[in-house]
T-cell receptor
Framework: QKEVEQNSGPLSVPEGAIASLNCTYSDRVSQSFFWYRQYSGKSPELIMSIYSNGDKEDGRFTAQLNKASQYVSLLIRDSQPSDSATYLCAVLGAAGNKLTFGGGTRVLVKP | ETGVTQTPRHLVMGMTNKKSLKCEQHLGHNAMYWYKQSAKKPLELMFVYSLEERVENNSVPSRFSPECPNSSHLFLHLHTLQPEDSALYLC??????????????FGSGTRLTVV
């Protein structure tokens, strides 16, 4: 079982719609969870972090965490063509010394 | 700029060459990381340095040799690489332990091609 799993996509979303991305993790005692956006040929940039169960909103982005189900998700509201990118889920383990990344979900927002 | 600077941005090297990648951070962080990103693969952790000491080495071949002379600088020395080592090499920095809401800051990466 992979430590952090994401659907590779592509997730095709019409402009203005909601994109929903999912991530599951295997380490039950993971501390915190991050969503990074990576444009093609560029480095990842942090867009959201969450470490408490429930929802966390920042602008058009909402992260959702369910530790009992070992599941974290990212919602992108009012999707724009500029949101087309690969979204990486990352998990901070119990030791707090490194992030483990999923393979990423490619999102394609169509005008 | 993110505060983490990597040089060079692009590197083409032959299998018998020796080259080095450089990473510098201006964020006051005390941990630095090397990751490898190959096409259609997750980010692979290579090395972790905390306070200039290597705290993790993820079974990386000896043709990759890291060096961390101080908390602001990290190098990856390369020698006798193979074509399958062609990838995007990413440097990152963070506070140590990693903070719950901060994560890493990445540099812009070095695109390495081994011919």
């Amino acid at each position: 079982q992979k430590e952090v799993e994401q659907n590779s996509g592509p997730l095709s979303v019409p402009e203005g719609a909601i994109a929903s991305l999912n991530c599951t993790y295997s380490d039950r005692v993971s501390q915190s969870f991050f969503w990074y956006r990576q444009y093609s040929g560029k480095s990842p940039e942090l867009i959201m972090s969450i470490y408490s169960n429930g929802d966390k909103e920042d602008g058009r982005f909402t992260a959702q965490l369910n530790k009992a189900s070992q599941y974290v998700s990212l919602l992108i509201r009012d999707s724009q063509p500029s949101d087309s990118a690969t979204y990486l889920c990352a998990v901070l383990g119990a030791a707090g010394n490194k992030l483990t990344f999923g393979g990423g979900t490619r999102v394609l927002v169509k005008p | 700029e993110t505060g983490v600077t990597q040089t060079p941005r692009h590197l083409v090297m032959g299998m018998t060459n020796k080259k080095s990648l450089k990473c510098e951070q201006h964020l006051g962080h005390n941990a630095m990381y090397w990751y490898k990103q190959s096409a259609k693969k997750p980010l692979e952790l290579m090395f972790v340095y905390s306070l200039e000491e290597r705290v993790e080495n993820n079974s990386v071949p000896s043709r990759f040799s890291p060096e961390c002379p101080n908390s602001s600088h990290l190098f990856l020395h390369l020698h006798t690489l193979q074509p399958e080592d062609s990838a995007l090499y990413l440097c990152a920095s963070s506070p140590f332990p990693v903070e719950l809401d901060y994560g890493y800051t990445f540099g812009s990466g070095t695109r390495l091609t081994v011919v």
